[in-house]
């Protein structure tokens, strides 16, 4: 068994329950145990019955631990790492029709927010595919694109041409590869406007002092009658 410390942040119910549980899952692939999540007549039969006690109680303890109270309180029933999991998924996991409408509303009505970065609204859009996809309702490559090209505000619209017309095909990744690049440059060009302001700035205020300097020279030079 490892012995280093893991932490992941807790579920409480209110969370990304997609992003727990492919966390918590590596935590017991890391520890050794995730195989009890199944059935546990998979464990190999050369395996000692402390040994599968052990591992039976490890991962069991470690879901135990990784639960918020209000979730714990769900789940007090389960005597095992399998039924807990289990009990999870039928919680937290909703495969119901309103629940699967209600993310494809999201999803075609998803339109990019000008008040978050870029990588916060593709992590949004991401979040929404990764929950269809837990629900079996995966959403293919090319209709991913089109839906993040038809999100993009009218600023966009010489980039969505440029991506648009001229292939003979379109990806998710030739999409996200514009945007990003794209998203480079415009922070780039900003940069570089910031520091022109500056450097411009810098030289007035230079040549300001040059004019006063002078002025007082010659003021000093000049003889009163």
């Excluded at 209000?70 to 039924?83: G, I, P």
């Excluded at 929404?128 to 839906?147: G, R, Y």
């Excluded at 040059?210 to 000049?222: A, D």
Aim: glycine share 6%.
């Amino acid at each position: 068994m490892g012995t280093s410390k893991i932490e992941i942040e807790k579920f409480d119910g209110k969370g990304d329950f997609n992003m727990w549980k492919k966390k918590m899952k590596a935590v017991l692939v890391q520890q050794k145990c995730a195989k009890v999540l199944g059935d546990a007549s998979g464990l190999p039969e050369t395996m000692k019955p402390s040994e599968k006690e052990e591992l039976l109680e490890t991962a069991y303890s470690l879901l135990i631990l990784n639960l918020a109270d209000n979730v714990l309180r769900q789940v007090d029933e389960q005597d095992t790492a399998a039924k807990v999991w289990s009990k999870l998924d039928s919680l937290y996991l909703t495969k119901t029709l309103s629940n699967k409408i209600y993310l494809k509303e999201q999803l075609f009505g998803f339109k990019m927010d000008s008040t978050k970065s870029l990588e916060d609204n593709l992590d949004d859009f991401k979040r929404i595919t990764v929950s269809l996809a837990n629900i079996d309702e995966k959403i293919n490559d090319e209709n991913q694109a089109i839906i993040i090209l038809n999100s993009l505000p009218e600023s966009y619209k010489d980039l969505k041409s440029t991506i648009k017309y001229g292939r003979e095909s379109l990806s998710l990744d030739d999409v996200l590869r514009a945007l990003r690049s794209h998203d480079l440059e415009v922070k780039i060009e900003k940069r570089s406007n910031g520091e022109g302001l500056q450097v411009r700035g810098r030289t007035q205020k230079r040549d300001k002092s040059k004019g006063r300097g002078k002025s007082r020279s010659q003021s000093k030079g000049r003889k009163t009658c």
